[in-house]
């Protein structure tokens, strides 16, 4: 965490928005707290976060860095097999256990529009297949 900072406070523009983000996990960072994480105005952020190699990305209003979405959605496979390994013959997972198992660790606006796919499967959170 001392190396993110050290990088919002003394890295070319990109790269400290991208530490600036990355800093606030899974939560993301809203767009009024980047101004003052990094020291850049609003429209410099913007212009910073439309480059296609800055490595963040907004989700219901919220930024995240791109590692962090990345693991959200191994999370979100996980506790989705879990809890159909826990109830075989269900469905699907109500958005509520699904909800309830993320929550301390990523933003409600990020699990609700998570979509997800691996090994051939897909689920998405806010899809009508999740009761």
């Known amino acids: ?3 993110r900072w050290q990088r919002v406070l003394s890295a070319e523009e990109g790269e400290r928005l991208e530490a600036a983000v990355a800093l606030h996990g899974g ?3 809203s767009a009024a707290e980047l101004p003052l ?3 850049l105005s609003p429209d410099r952020l913007d212009a910073l976060a439309a480059k296609p190699e800055i490595d963040i990305a907004e989700v219901g209003g919220r930024w995240f860095a791109a590692q962090i979405l990345a693991a959200g959605r191994r999370e979100l496979l996980r506790v989705l097999e879990t809890l159909h390994e826990a109830k075989p013959r269900l469905p699907g997972a109500s958005r509520e256990a699904v909800r309830s ?3 301390g660790s ?3 606006e990020l ?3 998570w979509p997800c796919a691996a090994d ?3 689920a998405e959170i806010a899809a009508e297949d999740l009761r």
Request: zero cysteines; hydrophobic letters at 40%.
């Open 1 to 3: 965490r001392t190396e």
């Open 27 to 29: 939560v993301g960072a």
């Open 37 to 39: 994480a990094t020291g």
């Open 101 to 103: 198992q993320l929550a």
């Open 106 to 108: 990523f933003a409600p």
């Open 111 to 113: 699990i609700r529009r």
């Open 120 to 122: 051939g499967r897909s």
